[in-house]
């Protein structure tokens, strides 16, 4: 399985921006991580298509929704309201795994990696 991400750029705080990301076979929950300089790789949200269940991290909770189309196998991340904090590269991720509510929110358990979208919020 390929990913294949885009979107993201440069906003101003407060701004809104849209990634998407498209894969080339059948999964079982897509996602986004971000990783910022010097930081390690933080969970943003993930979608599971059973069911159509989201997560979010706390610290994006309210500003950010996941959406997709999982017969496109495609996501999308709708990021509103946008903080400096935000700035990092985004990173799109999917799984085929089953599931185990503790492993969405871990980057172990994703399979497959998307080459990663740089977010820039300036102040």
């Known amino acids: 399985v390929q990913l294949q991400a885009s979107g993201g750029g440069l906003v101003q705080a407060g701004g809104s921006l849209r990634l998407s990301c498209a894969a080339s076979?059948?999964?079982?929950?897509m996602g986004w991580f971000r990783q910022a300089p010097g930081k390690e790789r933080e969970f943003v949200t993930a979608?599971?298509?059973?069911?159509?269940?989201?997560y979010y991290g706390n610290s994006v909770k309210g500003r950010f929704t996941i959406s997709g189309d999982n017969a496109k196998s495609t996501v999308y991340l709708q990021m509103n309201s946008l903080k400096p904090e935000d700035t990092a590269i985004y990173y799109c991720?999917?799984?085929?795994?089953?599931?185990?509510?503790?492993?969405?929110?871990?980057?172990?358990?994703?399979?497959?990696w998307g080459q990663g979208t740089q977010v820039t919020v300036s102040s």
């Open positions: 991720a999917a799984s085929v795994r089953g599931y185990i509510l503790s492993t969405i929110y871990n980057d172990d358990y994703y399979d497959y």
């Open positions: 076979g059948s999964t079982s929950r």
């Open positions: 979608i599971r298509w059973s069911g159509r269940h989201t």
